[in-house]
């Protein structure tokens, strides 16, 4: 998709020219990725603010030569450079051209101290300025290129726990790991690359924990066990928790998980155009806090999700900002009552002008396997 990659080039030379840098030195491979579609595990990306789509004869991408023959095909619409330590050829390079580059960004967020000490170093007389998150900031809305990926990794982990369960996969007798990694597997089964991240599978008081790691623990009749898992597709995240019983389900069960469930509906009714994050959080957070058991709620509501399974926004009482249409975001609050259980339900959204678009269908009705 070389015309999106130039887009977003573009959009990202807008905010270069608002801040009065010549150009963009970008370090962050994702933000790479972004930027070009390239996927190799080093790069480099300086961007220039003077060029115009179709004709970016100063904006140079830079791998080393293990990915020669990848860069030609993923990243054939910009100059290649074949150098490595990569970021350090395009700062020489910068210096080299220090009339141009009067003022260059550098994603200062990643870069360390002593990292920064060298580009600067390489850069010569150009003057390196701070530019931290102005990729990060483009990223934050998502064009429908991003949002058939997220949908394709949610309907991947969607079927995966569609299928484990129709199996028997969940069932007393087996352990915590042997169902993480049949969900993982599934996933694989159903077009995902991978997992989006290490599932977490917890059983009985062990689904009190939030993120708990799975381990040999056994499943018995009556547990809670909630599934926190994800699929990756087009390097593109899902994220989902679901909560279950294994046979019937007790009063004080039904109880959290209601309540949850309640809470839940209340935070992606509150996800619209303009609201302000901590707002959508507040929103979900009474229902929990008016029935009783606000201390156990531990953790925000959600968070962006994308190239990276966590990004901005932050749906919290520490997050910043108002919400967008294109973002995706998940909304999960959940309710831990230490040594007895817990209840987490998840979802991945696209928020869009009216109704948000869910993307992870599985249903939110108790299940009791």
Same mark, same amino acid.
Request: charged share 25%.
């Given at each position: 998709?070389p015309e &999106? ?10 905010q ?6 010549? +150009? ?6 994702l ?15 300086v961007v220039?603010?003077a060029?115009?789509?179709? &004709? ?14 990848? =860069?030609?095909?993923?990243v054939p ?16 390079r ?20 002593d990292g ?5 170093? +390489?850069?010569?007389e ?6 931290p998150?102005?990729?990060?900031? #483009?990223?934050?809305?998502?064009d ?8 394709? =990794? ?8 569609a299928?484990?369960?129709a199996?028997?996969g #969940?069932?007393?007798?087996? &352990?915590? #790991? ?5 969900l ?8 995902a690359?991978? @997992? ?16 708990h790691?799975? &381990? ?9 066990? /909630? ?8 390097g ?8 279950v019983? $294994?046979g ?20 992606r ?16 957070r ?22 990276e399974i ?22 999960? @609050?959940?309710?831990?009552l ?7 339900i ?9 109704? @948000? ?5 599985t249903t /939110?009705? $108790?299940?009791?396997?």
């Open positions: 998709m &999106t990659h130039v887009h977003r080039r573009h959009a990202l030379r807008d270069l020219r608002e801040r009065e840098l010549d +150009a963009m030195l970008v370090t962050d491979l933000n790479i990725r972004y930027l070009t579609g390239f996927t190799g595990s080093n790069a480099a990306l220039h603010a060029d115009e789509p179709g &004709t970016e004869s100063r904006t140079v991408f830079c791998t080393d030569g293990r990915y020669l023959i990848q =860069a030609e095909a993923q619409d910009l100059e290649r450079v074949i150098d490595r330590p990569s970021d350090l050829a395009l700062a020489e910068i210096g080299a051209d220090a009339a141009g580059h009067r003022r260059v960004g550098f994603e200062s967020q990643h870069v360390t101290v920064r000490d060298l580009l600067a170093a +390489a850069a010569s150009a003057e390196l300025v701070r530019a998150g102005l990729v990060e900031q #483009l990223r934050l809305i998502k429908e290129t991003e949002i058939d990926a997220l949908r394709m =990794a949610c309907a991947a982990a969607d079927r995966a726990l299928d484990l369960i199996h028997g #969940l069932r007393p007798g087996r &352990t915590e #790991l042997e169902v993480a990694r049949e993982e597997t599934r996933m694989l089964d159903h077009g690359a991978g @997992p989006s991240f290490e599932t977490i599978v917890a059983a009985g008081a062990n689904s009190a924990v939030p993120h790691r799975p &381990t040999d623990a056994v499943l018995a009749a009556g547990d809670f066990v /909630k599934m926190d898992f994800g699929a990756l597709v087009d593109y995240h899902s994220d989902m928790t679901r909560t019983v $294994l019937k389900a007790a009063d004080w069960q039904r109880e959290i998980y209601e309540l949850v469930r309640a809470s839940q509906a209340a935070g009714a509150a996800l619209a155009v303009d609201a302000d994050v901590k707002a959508v959080d507040t929103a979900a009474k229902v929990i806090e008016d029935a009783g058991y606000g201390e156990q709620f531990l953790h925000g509501l959600g968070h962006g999700v994308g190239l966590h990004e901005a926004p932050a749906l919290s009482q520490r997050g910043d900002g108002r919400i967008g249409a294109g973002m995706a975001v998940t909304v999960e @609050p959940g309710v831990y230490a040594g007895q259980g817990g209840v987490r998840e979802d991945t959204l696209v928020v869009r002008p009216s109704t @948000p678009e869910l993307l992870t269908l /939110k009705e $108790l299940v009791e396997v």
